[in-house]
């Protein structure tokens, strides 16, 4: 999950920092930022996961192994 939340980290970051001519300010806490960018992976990552479980195969009695691959008939170029 680290690698998920060091991108929303770094978004984030991007996302609060103000610079000058001579300075860069970070608006908000970098600790607080590094805390919500987990928070956020892990629901991101639950959801997903909770989506390919939708969208996986219907078919779960398919075998491939009687399937007759040659007769299946190739592109015409």
Known sequence: MADPAAKIYMELICRNVVVTDSAAQIK???ENLAKISFKL???FQRVAAGLKVDTGPKNQ???VQD???A???TPQK
């Open 61 to 63: 009695a398919f075998d």
């Open 67 to 69: 399937v007759d691959l």
């Open 41 to 43: 992976a892990e629901a």
């Open 71 to 73: 007769s299946w008939s």
């Open 28 to 30: 908000s806490n970098p």
